[in-house]
């Protein structure tokens, strides 16, 4: 099985929600908003119900499509959860 590099995913990703035809300074505002919207929203379900275990790296992952120092975090919580299933 052939491995998918997450730059040619994130292509694709943009591609079909229409990303691709934005400007790159309005591209990162959007990401910005709907990303850092959905990381909030994670923060909040540590204290409240719900899956912040699941959300938090979602949050991340969307912002690491265009920000550096998203990428930098979620490479971290890669490797602590690698790190823990190891242990485990």
């Known amino acids: 099985m052939e ?15 229409g990303l691709d035809r934005v400007s790159p300074g309005a591209r990162k505002i959007i990401v910005g908003i709907v990303g850092g919207t959905v990381l909030l929203i994670g923060v909040a379900l540590i204290f409240l119900p719900g899956p912040a275990f699941i959300v938090i790296p979602v949050g991340l992952a969307v912002l690491a499509s265009e920000f550096a120092w998203a990428r930098k975090w979620l490479d971290k919580a890669r490797h602590v959860l690698k790190r823990k299933r190891k242990q485990s």
């Open 3 to 17: 491995a998918v590099s997450s730059k040619s995913v994130l292509q694709k990703m943009n591609h079909a929600i």
